[in-house]
């Protein structure tokens, strides 16, 4: 099992920034990969940003250029910097652990954390 712990959400305005973290614990050396999941009201849970043990990362369109994903392999944390965020960033973000290869499949899931940007 890996327990994942988050941190970091709010309320901000638009046009700000914000930074998750996202501890994990646990049995770490059966994951590859981790990821950050969001999913807003009435809308579908999305993969926003994937990175690999070797640091590879992937982002989905809508954030590109805008949030970054980093981890600090020594303290088993993984970030998301969120810079000029929108209002359609406004969503439950999940972080997440699990397997990379052809993609990404998640298995082990936070307890999630609010982000809401106002206008």
């Known amino acids: 099992q890996v327990q994942l712990v988050e941190s970091g959400g709010g309320l901000v305005q638009a046009g700000g920034s914000l930074r998750l973290s996202c501890a994990a614990s646990?049995?770490?050396?059966?994951?590859?990969?981790m990821g950050w999941y969001r999913q807003a009201p009435g809308q579908q849970r999305e993969l926003v940003a994937r990175?690999?043990?070797?640091?590879?990362?992937w982002y989905v369109d809508s954030v590109k250029g805008r949030f970054t994903m980093a981890r600090d392999n020594a303290k088993n944390t993984v970030f998301l910097q969120m810079n000029s965020l929108k209002r359609e960033d406004t969503a439950v973000y999940y972080c997440?652990?699990?397997?990379?290869?052809?993609?990404?499949?998640?298995?082990?899931w936070g307890q999630g954390t609010q982000v809401t940007v106002s206008s």
């Open positions: 646990g049995s770490i050396f059966s994951i590859n990969a």
């Open positions: 990175i690999s043990n070797g640091g590879s990362t």
């Open positions: 997440t652990a699990g397997s990379f290869s052809l993609g990404y499949s998640p298995r082990y």
